[in-house]
């Protein structure tokens, strides 16, 4: 993200990163943290959709590393990174244009203006690559949260033998159309995480740099973005929970997001909204580091690559 000049601060000389640059940055950084972070986020997926009639089981999750272990145990260390695949396609469908976009269209939207980006177009640079890219990757979304939540325990079948499978299991049983069921919560959520996140971490790292705490680094980046990854989670929880819950129901279950949301309400209480919500922080909190550290130092070297080429050349 670029840091916002202070008021009579000469624009600076420095070559600045192409939107391919960014993008690509975006979208190996994601790759790395999701692939770090995963157990996390299989953890955070059973803790959600505990309580269900359909998964119910003998087995009760407790706590992030209590979910960890149980599952390690009962169903083995490979089922913690059962639809990894699918995560990794969704980062780079996802995240690499969420993210790697934000720039160029805060840059769009401020077109014209010698002052830096107001917080309105920060939000509305947030709304319009998270809208885009959710349309995108909500596919890879469905298979992924379908993978984390099976289980093979007491008898129960698999609904999937893997990844690839699930795409054709579902386009073929269900209809093509289900693999964007969900879009709607996902969508919401992924608004607030966007704009959430980004603007966040955009703001958290300009007030850092501009107010002189800390350089524009490592330690600065990793700051922002851990602050980045609180917000985030405790705005998008509730969205969250009932995006895992409808994705997962079978055909039928609930007609609606709003049923899904009111038969959780009443069923489970408004605690339930933030099932799994200290995995969703240590896993988004972890991601947002990992992700951003990544990002903002590849984007820094593949751009010092490309002004030596140009120097060169």
Known sequence: MRVPLQDGE?????????MGVKIFSAGISACLA???????????VRLQIQGEGQTSSTIRYKGVLGTITTLAKTEGLPKLYSGLPAGIQRQISFASLRIGLYDTVQEYF??????????GNKIAAGLMTGGVAVFIGQP??????RMQAQSHLHGIKPRYTGTYNAYRVIATTESLSTLWKGTTPNLMRNVIINCTELVTYDLMK????????????????LLSALVAGFCTTLLASPVDVVKTRFINSLPGQYPSV????????????????????????????SWNVIMFVCFEQLKKELTKSRQTVDCTT
């Open 10 to 18: 000469p624009p600076t000389s420095e070559v600045q990163p192409t």
């Open 206 to 221: 300009g007030a850092l740099v501009n107010n002189h705490i800390l350089a524009d680094d490592v330690p600065c980046h």
């Open 110 to 119: 401020s077109s014209g203006r010698e002052t830096p980006a107001s917080l």
């Open 258 to 285: 709003p049923s899904c949301a009111m038969t959780m309400y009443t069923k489970e209480g408004p605690t339930a909204f933030f099932k799994g919500f200290v995995p969703s922080f240590l896993r988004l909190g």
């Open 140 to 145: 890879t979304e469905v298979v992924k949260v």
């Open 34 to 44: 999701d692939i770090i972070t995963f157990p996390l986020d299989t953890a955070k």
